[in-house]
C-alpha cells in the first residue's frame, strides 16, 4: 500500500498561474491528492481547477475572505491522513517529486522531509532582471541525509545575519513534506497549528522543535516560483504594497508582533526585517513550550540594521531602520542602533542579484537563466530542471565510482580544465615526450609543466613558449607538445613544426577525437591515444572532485566549469551550436615529421 500524501495548494485569484502549477503536480505519474483551497477569489481560478478534469484533485472554497495563515489552517483540516506538503499556487512540482517523497519515507521513517529551495521567476515578475531566471539550483548532492533539529535551530539562531539559512535549511510546510499526526498533536493541545502572520517561517521553526532530526533531501521536489502575484511581492516590493493582494495579504490576521520586537505603535502590515521576523518565530514556537533556542535581541538589532542596504529601495531600507530604531527603544539600545545605522548607508541598486544575500550560506547553488530554454512558465521550467537535476545526480553517482586522482593531477586542476588534460596528455603520451623539446602552451600552466616534463621518466630540456607564433625559434626538436591548441595547426606553423622538428621528432597534439587535426604532407600521422577520461563524463567527474577542495576565493562557476554534459545539454537547449565536447572525448594524436 502506498504512503498516503497530498499537496496542499492554497490560493486567491491565481487564475493565470494555477493551471501550470496544477500540471506539474498532474505529470507525477502516482496516485496521490491534490487539494486546492481556494479563499474567495475573484477571477477564474475555480474554472480553471475543475476544467483539469483529474479525480487526484479536490476544489474546496473558505467561506469568506482569511488570511494567509487561517487559509493554510482551513484547508489542513481538509487533509486525511498520511504526509502533507504545501505548494504555492504559482509554484510547481518537480518530475518525479512524488515517487521520491515516499521512497525516502520508505527507506528512512522520517516524519519530518526538507527539501532545497528551487526558485523560478514568472515573466511577470516586477524586477526585470530576474525575469525567467533560476536561483539556487542545487548540484551534486547526495540523495539525502539527517539533520539535527536543535543543532540546526541554533546555527540558523547564530547566523541571523545571514538569514537564508532558515529559509534553506528548516522544515517548513511550504517546500517540506511533513506528518500530518505531528500537526494533529499540536492542534490538539492548543486550538490552532499556526499562530503566527508568517505560516511559512512559522511552521519552518515549528516542525523543527517537533523532532529530534528531520530528513533533508539532495534533489528538489518542488519549485518556488515568484510571480508579480506572489504573497513575497504583496508583502515586500515597492508599488505593490497598498495593492489589493497586499491588502488581501494582511487580512483578518490575528497574531501580532511578539512585543519585545515590534513596538504597538508600528505598522502592523509591514516588517522590512527579516531577523526581527525570524525571531518572531522563535518566541512564538517557544511560548508553545517547545524548544528553541534563545535569540539575543542585540543580535536581532545588529543583523537588521547590517542587513538593511540589501533592500533595493529607499522606502524599504527605512522601513528597516524604523523596525531597528523600535527595537532599540524597548531594550534600551539607541545609542548603539544609531552608531550601526551610521556604518550602514543606504546604497541604490539596480539590476544587482546580490550574491551575498542568495549565496551565503548554500555555496552548491547558482543562478541559471532560463529565457533561452523558452519556457512559458512553471510547468515547461520544471520539465526543463528536471532534465538537469537528473544530470546532476547521474554525475554524482559516477562521481562516487572514479577512483582519486593522483596529488600530481591535482596539482594541474588548480589551474583549470586545460591544466587536467594537460596532464592526462603527457602522461597518456609520456613516451613520446623524450629528449630535447618545446611545450606551446599559456602562462598559467608554464610552471606546472616545467615541473612535470621535467620528471626523470619523461624528457630532460625543455623549453615552454606561451603561443604557437614562437614555434620555429629552435631546432632539432624531438618533440613539439601543444595541449588544446588547434589554431597552432594553421599551415604557417605545422610548416615551422616540421622544420624544427628532428627527422625523427614528434608533434604531439591534445585535441578532440572528432577534430583530428590536419598537418598536410609535413607530418605522417604515428597514433592516436584516447585520454584515460573523456571530456564528456570522466575530466567533468575530475574537475567536481578536485572543485571541492579548493579554497572558496578560487571558486567561480561551477556548472560552467565542471558540469561538461550540463554544458552541452544547455548548449543544445539554447538553440545555439551544440558545444563540441559532448561529442567525444579528448585525445593525444602522434605525429612523426615526413620525410620530404
Known sequence: MSIPLTIVIPTRNRGHTI???LRTCLQQPDDFQILVCDNVSEDN??????????????????????????NWEYALTHVKDGYVSIVGSDDGLMPGAVSMLRKAIAETGARVIRTPLLHYYWDNYPEPEYESMTLNLPVGQQPWWWVDSQEELRLCAERISHHQRFFRRLPSLYNSCIDLSLLREVKAKHGDIIVSKMPDMFTATLCAALTERYLFMGVPTTMNA????????????RGHLTN????????????????????????????????????????????????????????????????????????QYDGALAIARGLARIHGMQSLCEDLIAKHPFVPRVGDRHPTFFNEEEKAYEYLDMRPFRTTGVFSASVELGRICQLHQQQAEAQAKLPALPKQAMDFATVGEEGLLTWLGVTTAGSYLCG???VCTNQ?????????????????????????????????????????????????RVQAA??????????????????????????????????????????????????????????????????????GYLATRMGGETSRRQHSGWCVSVFTRSAY
Request: charged share 25%; hydrophobic share 40%; with cysteine.
Open 19 to 21: 493551471g501550470d502549477t
Open 45 to 70: 481560478t475555480e474554472e480553471v481547477v475543475r476544467g483539469l478534469a483529474d479525480s487526484r484533485v479536490t476544489y474546496i472554497r473558505t467561506p469568506n475572505l482569511l488570511g494567509m495563515e487561517r
Open 226 to 237: 515568484m510571480s508579480g502575484s506572489s504573497n513575497a511581492v504583496a508583502q515586500f516590493l
Open 244 to 315: 489589493a493582494d497586499g491588502r488581501h495579504f494582511w487580512a483578518e490576521v490575528d497574531f501580532p508582533y511578539d512585543p519585545q520586537l515590534v513596538e504597538e505603535s508600528a505598522d502592523p502590515n509591514i516588517v522590512f526585517s527579516l531577523p526581527v521576523l525570524i525571531a518572531d518565530q522563535y518566541l512564538k514556537v517557544k511560548k508553545l513550550g517547545y524548544p528553541v533556542p534563545d535569540i539575543p535581541f542585540e543580535r536581532v538589532l545588529r543583523a537588521t540594521v547590517e542587513g538593511a542596504p540589501r533592500w533595493r529601495q529607499r522606502e
Open 436 to 438: 630535447k623539446g618545446l
Open 444 to 492: 598559467n600552466q608554464n610552471l606546472l609543466l616545467h615541473r612535470l616534463l621535467k620528471a626523470p621518466s619523461l624528457a630532460s630540456d625543455v623549453q615552454f613558449v606561451s603561443g604557437s607564433d614562437k614555434i620555429g625559434a629552435q631546432k632539432d626538436l624531438e618533440f613539439i607538445l601543444v595541449p588544446r591548441s588547434a589554431e597552432l595547426l594553421a599551415a604557417d
Open 498 to 567: 616540421a622544420t624544427s622538428l628532428k627527422s625523427n621528432g614528434r608533434l604531439v597534439v591534445i585535441h578532440l577525437a572528432d577534430q583530428l587535426p590536419d598537418c598536410g604532407t609535413a607530418f605522417t600521422h604515428d597514433v592516436t591515444l584516447p585520454l584515460k577520461l573523456d571530456a564528456t563524463e570522466g575530466v567533468a567527474l575530475a574537475l567536481a572532485r578536485w572543485w571541492k577542495r579548493l579554497p572558496e576565493g578560487r571558486k567561480k562557476t561551477l556548472l560552467h566549469l565542471s558540469l561538461k554534459p550540463l554544458a
